[in-house]
């Protein structure tokens, strides 16, 4: 007897909607940050029964006039692209934006140049001179636990890392809500488990909790290879299951 799996959708059906907003303000500040944010949604076919929305199994059709397709968000991302060659030192720019974004500056750049420290400079090849953070993650509880995370997350550094020497992230709980974590060893579990994930990727821990990933490197365009392959299986065992 299948049972139903603990998705609660087709992950073959998650995309993402990447966007960045530009305020046309002609500060250094502007010229310096970028803010990308990134919406993972879930789109799926909805049967409308007439009071309530119900899931596709109440369709006798695949053409079923009663189904809706909708999008249903089920995480976010935001990640800032820094140009250290342009616009105000970075150092600052990037304490003045957030404290997290300023504990980065600290571990990896100069403060007097803006740029990376020349211990920093001498682990990446220069295939670039900007700066990518992946700052927030955060997926829907009910979507976790599965690795998706690492596979979404590799896909938008693919689309924004040309023109970076180098993508960054300090891995660890961002959602605070949960009281499982009350708990030091369960907290030090899952921190850690969020941090093999990234490393999956590529990314190797530098200092302070900040990890380094180069984009020029081969790690990354062979993982992300294989957990595309992850994704079409977990959707393949979905399917399988709901069938």
């Known amino acids: 007897m299948s049972t139903r799996p603990q998705l609660p959708g087709d992950p073959s ?5 990447i966007s960045y907003d530009d305020e046309l303000w002609d500060t ?3 010229d310096t940050l970028e803010r990308w944010n990134v919406a993972v949604l879930h789109r799926r076919r909805v049967h409308d029964a007439g009071q309530e929305a119900a899931t596709t199994s109440s369709c ?10 909708e999008d249903a968000a089920v995480g976010s991302m935001t990640f800032y692209r820094i140009h250290l060659d342009r616009g105000r030192n970075a150092y600052w720019a990037l304490e003045e934006q957030s404290e997290e974004l300023y504990e980065t500056a600290q571990v990896l750049l100069d403060p007097e140049t803006g740029s990376f420290t020349r211990e920093v400079s001498e682990l990446l090849e220069y295939v670039g001179s900007a700066l990518l953070v992946m700052d927030r993650v955060t997926l829907a509880p009910a979507w976790r636990g599965h690795g998706l995370a ?5 896909e938008v550094i693919h689309r924004l890392m040309p ?11 961002t959602d605070l809500s949960s009281r499982r974590l009350t708990d030091q060893a369960e907290w ?3 921190n850690a488990k969020i941090a093999q994930g990234w490393e999956s990727l590529g990314f190797r821990l530098y200092r302070d909790n900040v990890y380094l990933l180069s984009p020029a490197s081969q790690e990354l365009e062979e993982q ?14 979905w399917r399988a299951g709901a069938s």
């Open 150 to 154: 690492a596979v979404l997350g590799s």
């Open 224 to 237: 992300r290879g294989v957990l595309r392959g992850r994704l079409a299986d977990l959707g393949a065992s």
């Open 163 to 173: 023109g970076c020497r180098a993508v960054a992230c300090s891995p660890g709980v």
């Open 60 to 69: 006798t059709t695949a053409e079923c006039p009663s189904c809706t397709v």
């Open 13 to 17: 059906d998650l995309y993402l909607r």
């Open 28 to 30: 250094p500040q502007a």
């Open 188 to 190: 030090d579990r899952v």
